[in-house]
T-cell receptor, first 113, second 114 residues
């Protein structure tokens, strides 16, 4: 059973545009929601993370929006650049469970120059 | 700099052979994890250690898989009698006492079973 569902599977954006990736979760015990960026042949790298006590977190061009009642969260990449082309994964964990992460299926982002 | 070093980075093996992957933390990490990632999918949790104790194992970790972390430092993941379905990237990850819930990943070890 997929506990974290991610969409879209792939996304093509023009340089300077906004990339939006969405995730929905089922387990209300999740209390930590990170986003990872992964380039081909590399391990996932932490991009930004949020806890459910805030509705939005911004770091540079990256923003997480969190809707606890809808059990959804999303990643917004402002002013998308070709260097942002990568696969993005949302994830979730429960603080008391060793923090093991449950990942979404991933979104392959392509930013055209 | 990912905080862990994984070896080998790539391994091609014949079906039925045993393989072992090693993860060396660059500094002390109290929690060390193993994940598996197949092409086009997100990483899946396999197991984790707090110091030398293996505290949790996923159902994905069949009897052919074994992981160890002697003395709470480096960790090994062994796969016995490999099958083609074992072809994946095996990721070592860690969490420090000061990183809260944040988990950092290594570069991964690619396994191809032919």
């Amino acid at each position: 059973q997929q506990q974290v569902k991610q969409s879209p599977q792939s996304l093509i954006v023009q340089k300077g545009g906004i990339s939006i990736i969405n995730c929905a979760y089922e387990n209300t015990a999740f209390d930590y929601f990170p986003w990872y960026q992964q380039f081909p042949g590399k391990g996932p790298a932490l991009l930004i993370a949020i806890r459910p006590d805030v509705s939005e977190k911004k770091e540079g061009r990256f923003t997480i929006s969190f809707n606890k009642s809808a059990k959804q969260f999303s990643l917004h990449i402002m002013d998308s650049q070709p260097g942002d082309s990568a696969t993005y994964f949302c994830a979730a964990s429960i603080g008391t469970s060793g923090s093991r992460l449950t990942f979404g299926e991933g979104t392959q982002l392509t930013v055209n120059p | 700099d990912t905080g862990v070093s994984q070896d080998p980075r790539h391994k091609i093996t014949k079906r039925g052979q045993n393989v072992t992957f090693r993860c060396d933390p660059i500094s002390e990490h109290n929690r060390l994890y193993w994940y598996r990632q197949t092409l086009g999918q997100g990483p899946e949790f396999l197991t984790y250690f707090q110091n030398e104790a293996q505290l949790e194992k996923s159902r994905l970790l069949s009897d052919r898989f074994s992981a160890e972390r002697p003395k709470g430092s480096f960790s090994t993941l062994e796969i016995q009698r490999t099958e083609q379905g074992d072809s994946a990237m095996y990721l070592c990850a860690y969490r420090t006492a000061s990183s809260g819930n944040t988990i950092y990943f290594g570069e991964g070890s690619w396994l191809t079973v032919v």
